[in-house]
Structure formats: structure tokens, C-alpha cells
């Protein structure tokens, strides 16, 4: 691996701890104005000093975000789908490698959707920005999609997809937690980041990020679970004290309740 890739690479997964707390806000790619991400730099730039990486689309970045901030920045760079078309599946790459450079992003983000009838298109678009991002140095992170229609949200489901991304190229995978997610870990060889999916329970979300990590996780790639949260900073400080301190979740959720005043 290239100096250049392994520096982008470090400013994402920390070299410290070997893990990593990434803010994920692209969620408007698809979603247009996503609950609680409405005005995009309300939402994050109070986030921002607590993550290692912010994951988001160059329009949200370019419009929205300081460029003084010292996060490192992952781009999401599929799309071209939305929640009110047809088929979410059918996406393709949005943004070159070439503007991620101009932006000073370290990676490149892009979803695959396995058992679609657009798992072809989705894994070529991956090897494509694997092909372009190695010209460049630029670390590619795939995001492994799950959906109704996709296979079922298990083990075998996730460790087919991350292992496929893996083996197209991709440096880091991002998948959802399931059951048995050590055997998801343990098949990908490369790094594994998990989402938090849809609004759940503080202590519930903190229960899963706490899993994934004990399972072998290298951190997080945390959108709703931290944003939607009634204290969202609180949340992320909890966050990250699991990801890179080792803390339990039941650690973890004393601070959020403490840092939120709660009872
Ligand atoms: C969508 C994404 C989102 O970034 C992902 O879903 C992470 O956010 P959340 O924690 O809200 O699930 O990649 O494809």
C-alpha cells in the first residue's frame, strides 16, 4: 500500500486505538431532508470535534461544513436513487475520484447491493472506484445495503457482501450489526465499521456499538442513532468512549445519562 493511501487511511481509523467513531450525515443522498438533518450544518458541526471522520455527500461538505474542521472527511460518492423512485438499488457513481482529491477527502464511499437485480452494476461501480481510487492513493469504503428486498439481514447475508467487497478491493467495509457478527468480521479481511440503522432506545444503541466492538468491529459509522437522539452530543461522547476507550455499554450509557442530566 502507497504512503498516500495509508495516511487517508489513518486519518479515518485512528492510529491510536485502531478504531474509529465515523459521523455518518449522507443520509439526504436519497432521503432529501432527513428528519433532524434538515439544515445540515446545524446537525453536524456541533458533532464534528467528537468524530474521527465525517461521512458525507460533496454537496453537504462544500455547502455546509468549515473548512477548517480537522476531520477527516469520507465522501459518499454513489447515488442517483431516491426513497420516492423506483428501485433504490439502481445507483451509480455520483462525484470522481478527482473532485474527492480537490475536496481533501481521505476515502470514498459507495453502496453495493448484493441480491438486487442491480448487484452487477453496484459491484462493478465498487471495482471502478477501487481501479481509479488506487491511481490516486484514495481508500475505498463499501457500504453493504440491506433492504426487504436484499437477502435477509443475517450472518451469512452480511459475511457474503462484506467478503465480496473485500475481495473487489474495498479497504473498508461498513455493514449493520446481526447476529453472530464475529463470523462477519472474521471472514473480512479488512477493516469492518458498523451503521446504527434506524432511531432506536440510547441504551440499545450503545448495547449494539458495544457488540459490534467486542466482536471485532473497527468502530462506527453512526448516522441516526447519534443525530435523532434528543442529546445528540451526550450520545457521541458515549459513542466514542465504547469505540476507542473500551468502556461497556452500560459504561457508555451512564455517560450519556450524565452528560444529558437525565435521572
Ligand atoms: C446509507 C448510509 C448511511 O450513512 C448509513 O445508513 C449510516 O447511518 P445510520 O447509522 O443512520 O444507519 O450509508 O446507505
Request: glycine share 10%; aromatic share 4%.
Amino acid at each position: 500500500m502507497d504512503w498516500g493511501l495509508r495516511n487517508r487511511l489513518s486519518r479515518i481509523i485512528a492510529p491510536g486505538t485502531g478504531r474509529s467513531v465515523m459521523l455518518a450525515v449522507d443520509h439526504g443522498y436519497f432521503l432529501g431532508p432527513t428528519s433532524r438533518l434538515e439544515v445540515p450544518r446545524k446537525t453536524i458541526m456541533p458533532l464534528a470535534p467528537y468524530a474521527d471522520s465525517i461521512m458525507l455527500t460533496r454537496g453537504v461538505l462544500r455547502s455546509s461544513i468549515d473548512p477548517s474542521i480537522l476531520n477527516s472527511i469520507v465522501l459518499r460518492v454513489s447515488g442517483g436513487t431516491s426513497i420516492v423512485g423506483e428501485d433504490l438499488s439502481n445507483e451509480g457513481i455520483i462525484t470522481s475520484v478527482e473532485d474527492a482529491l480537490r475536496l481533501n477527502a481521505s476515502g470514498v464511499a459507495l453502496s453495493i447491493f448484493v441480491g438486487s437485480k442491480h448487484e452487477r452494476q453496484t459491484l462493478l461501480a465498487l471495482s471502478e472506484l477501487v481501479n481509479e481510487g488506487q491511481k490516486h492513493g484514495m481508500p475505498v469504503l463499501a457500504v453493504t445495503a440491506v433492504g426487504k428486498e436484499l437477502g435477509k439481514k443475517d450472518a451469512r447475508y452480511m459475511s457474503l457482501a462484506c467478503r465480496i467487497a473485500a475481495e473487489i478491493g474495498a479497504h473498508i467495509v461498513k455493514t449493520y450489526y446481526c447476529d453472530g457478527f464475529e463470523k462477519v468480521v472474521e471472514s473480512c479481511p479488512v477493516p469492518v465499521v458498523v451503521a446504527g440503522g434506524t432511531k432506536i432506545p440510547e441504551k440499545d444503541a450503545l448495547e449494539l456499538t458495544y457488540n459490534a466492538i467486542k466482536a471485532g468491529a473497527t468502530g462506527v459509522d453512526m448516522g441516526r442513532n447519534i443525530w435523532q437522539s434528543d442529546n445528540p452530543i451526550p450520545m457521541i461522547k458515549a459513542v466514542r468512549k465504547i469505540v476507542h476507550e473500551d468502556a461497556t455499554a452500560k459504561e457508555g450509557f451512564e455517560l450519556y445519562r450524565k452528560l444529558s442530566k437525565l435521572k
